[in-house]
């Protein structure tokens, strides 16, 4: 079992729905998020490009806020999720300061959030809250051990990339270009 997602960069609109439902899904604090949208403008008028994507947490196989946790609070769970057991964390702030992707935050109550796959969620059969609210269905998720799943075969049908490949980190979420 490995947890995977996989982004179109084609079909995102921008509309922050993603954005909203994790928000209300994790109750994450007024004035942070666990997912949120990013335009790339390339090129110059009239020959410009904009990328849209929901970035996250990548769930990275060789994650460097799991090496540097001094607790063991940031772990690996089932299907490679990363996940931060927040009973452990101590709030040092060394994983938020890891991530080559900005994707953790200091949660007002004393520990560190970020995504977690809706792991709630997926473990029960459903999908993601920003999965299933997309309006555009540019979001795809699922086991990446089996061919079938929605992400395997997104993955199998278009070009992808990672971000930030040269750190090393081994993402799991994908982006479809
Ligand atoms: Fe893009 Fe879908 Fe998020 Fe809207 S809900 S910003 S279309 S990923
Ligand atoms: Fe850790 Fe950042 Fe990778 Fe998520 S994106 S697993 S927080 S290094
Ligand atoms: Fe938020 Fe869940 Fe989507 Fe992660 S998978 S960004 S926790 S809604």
Redesign the pocket.
């Given at each position: 079992m490995r947890y995977a997602m996989a982004v179109d960069t084609k079909k995102?609109?921008?509309?922050?729905?993603?954005v909203v439902a994790c928000q209300a899904e994790n109750k994450v604090p007024i004035g942070f998020c666990r997912d949120w949208?990013v335009e790339i403008v390339t090129g110059k008028f009239p020959e410009v490009k904009v990328e849209?994507r929901?970035e996250r947490c990548n769930h990275c196989k060789n994650s460097p806020c799991v090496r540097c946790c001094p607790t063991g609070a940031s772990h690996y769970s089932d299907g490679g999720i990363v996940m931060v057991n927040g009973d452990d964390c101590i709030g040092c702030g060394a994983c938020i300061q890891s991530c080559p992707y900005d994707a953790r935050y200091s949660h007002p109550e004393g520990f560190v959030d970020k995504c977690t796959f809706c792991q709630h969620r997926v473990t029960r059969g459903y999908k993601p809250a920003c999965v299933s609210?997309?309006?555009?269905n540019?979001?795809y998720f699922g086991d990446l051990d089996n061919p079938k799943s929605d992400v395997s075969v997104a993955l199998q049908k278009r070009k992808y990339k990672v971000l930030a490949p040269e750190a090393g980190t081994k993402p799991q979420v994908y982006f479809l270009i």
């Open positions: 995102c609109v921008g509309c922050s729905d993603c949208v849209l929901s609210v997309c309006p555009t540019c979001l």
